[in-house]
């Protein structure tokens, strides 16, 4: 079985300082990662995975995330918050090998940009 | 772009009725999903497609079915709503079952309220 764990329901930063949602996972094998950003009202939309290669994955909107395989881990991070950053964000796990594997995603964290 | 939509917004139902909730892909997408979101519990699988008139049973598919009879349209049917199916009900597609790297494309979200 798979699973993914945020472990923070709810993350408050200042603008304009850095940020960091906590994503764990665990799967059997190698894993294929995924943060979603979801805006109030809105569908989720992709943002970045990790597949294999190079640990540290850019993606949309100035975010990366790191992998860490000792730790099982794939934080979202960004150097300098925006307050339109203010969004529910999910992290994402699937098996990366063997038959047919859904995706199974957090629970997902509440990122607060104060101004 | 990929465009995932959704038949409602907002739909408000009575216990007993029976419920359609439709969606509709642009993109040739192999793939269509449906997931329920509830706070604290993330998204959650009810139905996968991978082709047309094919469907697979996710984490909770009692008291749902599904039907896909085109590729584009993917449908979810709540044979007889209960209050315990209030939530929100969002619609994914992704191109290629066999790719583990494979997005999804969200749509906007039914918000079903059951009364």
């Known amino acids: 079985a798979q699973s993914v764990a945020q472990p923070e329901d709810q993350v408050n930063v200042a603008e304009g300082n850095p940020l960091t949602v906590k994503c764990t996972y665990s799967v059997s094998g190698n894993p294929y990662l995924f943060w979603y950003v979801q805006y109030p009202n809105r569908g989720l939309q992709f943002l970045l995975k990790?597949?294999?290669?190079?640990?540290l994955v850019k993606g949309s909107y100035g975010f990366e995330a790191e992998f860490n395989k000792s730790q099982t881990s794939f934080h979202l991070k960004k150097p300098s918050a925006l307050v339109s950053d203010s969004a529910l964000y999910f992290c994402a796990v699937r098996r990366g090998s063997g038959g047919y594997q859904k995706v199974t995603f957090g629970t997902g964290t509440k990122l607060q940009v104060i101004p | 772009d990929v465009k995932v939509t959704q038949s409602s917004r907002y739909l408000v139902k009575r216990t007993g009725e029976k419920v359609f909730l439709e969606c509709v892909q642009d993109m040739d997408h192999e793939n269509m999903f449906w997931y329920r979101q509830d706070p604290g519990l993330g998204l959650r699988l009810i139905y996968f497609s991978y082709d047309v008139k094919m469907k697979e049973k996710g984490d909770i598919p009692e008291g749902y079915s599904v039907s896909r009879e085109k590729k584009e349209r993917f449908s979810l049917i709540l044979e007889s709503a209960s209050t315990n199916q209030t939530s929100m009900y969002l619609c994914a597609s992704s191109l290629d079952p066999y790719n583990r790297a494979d997005t999804q494309y969200f749509g906007p979200g039914t918000r079903l309220t059951v009364l």
């Open positions: 990790y597949i294999t290669g190079d640990n």
